[in-house]
């Protein structure tokens, strides 16, 4: 019995002397000589005030900031460098990172093989690239303000957060603003995207050869370009808000299998520009107040586009094709999947609140007007509207156009008009 009482002890003191230590860094002390010194779990408590120089943690400790203190690249390198899984970054302020585009300096570079990285509640400001993650798996960016080196021209700075060969990460409530792109996404699949606000920058969210990838909750404004999606498939873009895009609100260029739900998309030049898109199904989006709603083009079809509201687009689809494409519901059965257009003249005798007649996107007057833009200042004229009416009536005049055989007579959203003065403002 007393052996093995003294076996137990002896247990309990190896555990014990294995157990995560706290360390603390106070201004003025030695950061990485803590860092060095630290064991795997041990957490390191950095004091508020300013520590300078390029950070390496090469195994997995968490760096937790007292009071948000300072970390400092010297405007050279990266700030802070991660090699090592498991590592979490917290609570602190990571700046002035180097302005190298080839060595890609950012405030914190996960580098390969750090998986499972978590940064949260930090500010990450004045770097090349914000975050940059590299072959690193289930990393958490979680709730952190990011912004670039807003001096320098759009071309000159980084990304908010890159991603590039990366799986499973969540990305989540961040503010990024003022970089280049605030989330460039390729060849990184199974991740999470939800509730980040992404301005000010050349494209809200850029995504290249990226699948199975989730899109919720995020507001995209005062881009040039909201959201681009691009060589990818199996996404689901859902309950995004994107407003105020000096081009696009949401780019669709060469995209498959994808969902596309409940989407505001206002104020922008184009709502939604899709190129090149096949069997993706875009429901319940209200496109509001853009210069053009919708623009269709490269052979985009086999798409179910159903119960959208059109409302108020200075021109509603643009469509060039050699052949009809059918939106809304596509037999009698389907009545009900059509999509609200504001500036449908139709009528509903039957008040059903579906259109008795089809709806047309555009005509011959449209195709016209897109090629002569200086005949606009006639389109009230009698004689466009002579040519207008002919050309439904006389089908070798005909164009073809976006057809929706069911258009609603009333809009899905009641709040639409609270998007009626989104505007793009500029940097």
């Known amino acids: 019995m007393k052996r093995f009482l003294a076996l137990l002890l002896a247990g309990l003191a190896m555990c014990g002397a294995q157990a995560a230590t706290t360390w603390h860094v106070l201004p003025g002390q030695d950061l990485q000589a803590a860092i060095d010194a630290a064991r795997p ?11 300078e120089g390029n950070f390496l943690v090469d195994k997995a400790l968490t760096l937790r900031g007292v009071g948000r203190p300072t970390l400092s690249g010297g405007l050279r390198g990266d700030t802070l460098r991660i090699t090592a ?21 950012a405030g914190i570079y996960i580098r390969p093989g750090a998986h499972r990285a978590v940064v949260r509640h930090c500010d990450l400001t004045y770097n ?28 000159q700075r980084g990304n908010g957060v890159q991603l590039y060969n990366t ?11 003022f970089v ?21 920058s050349r494209y809200g969210t850029h995504y290249m ?33 994107t407003w105020g895009n000096a081009d696009h609100g949401i780019m669709l260029r060469t995209l498959q299998d994808s969902v596309i739900e409940g989407n505001v998309v206002a ?40 119960g959208n509201d059109l409302i108020g687009n200075r021109e509603q689809v643009r469509y060039v094709g050699a052949h009809d494409e059918a939106w809304g519901g596509r037999s009698p059965a389907e009545k009900g999947q059509g999509n609200y257009w504001s500036n ?33 200042l006639l389109l009230g004229s009698p004689a466009l509207q002579a040519l207008r009416l002919a050309g439904r009536q006389f089908p070798v005049l005909r164009v073809p156009s976006v057809v929706d055989a069911y258009p609603r007579m009333r809009p899905a959203r009641n709040n639409w008009s609270e998007w009626r003065d989104k505007q793009y403002q500029g940097e």
């Open 209 to 241: 050869n990226s699948y199975y990838n989730l899109w919720e909750d995020n507001d995209s404004y005062d881009n040039r370009g909201g959201l681009a999606l691009m060589e990818v498939r199996d996404q689901v873009v859902r309950n995004n808000r």
């Open 344 to 376: 449908y003249l139709g009528w509903d005798r039957d008040g059903d609140g579906i259109g008795d007649m089809p709806y047309e996107a555009n005509d011959l007057v449209d195709r016209l007007g897109w090629r002569y833009p200086a005949m606009r």
């Open 180 to 200: 280049r792109d605030a989330l460039y996404v390729d060849v990184s699949h199974h991740a999470v995207f939800r509730g980040n606000r992404l301005h000010h």
């Open 41 to 51: 779990g041990d957490v390191i408590e950095i004091a508020k005030g300013r520590h």
């Open 128 to 155: 090349l690239f914000g975050l940059w993650i590299e072959k690193a798996d289930d990393v958490r960016i979680e709730g952190n303000t990011i912004t670039g080196k807003r001096d320098y021209n759009s071309a």
């Open 85 to 105: 899984p498991d590592v979490v970054v917290e609570g602190l302020i990571v700046r002035d990172s180097g302005d190298s585009l080839k060595d890609q300096n």
């Open 167 to 177: 799986r499973g990460a969540s990305i989540v409530d961040n503010n990024i603003s």
């Open 267 to 306: 104020g922008n030049r184009r709502g939604f520009f899709i190129y090149d898109v096949e069997y993706a199904q875009l429901r319940g989006n209200l496109i509001v107040n853009n210069a053009i709603g919708v623009h269709l083009s490269a052979g985009s079809t086999r798409n179910v586009v159903q």
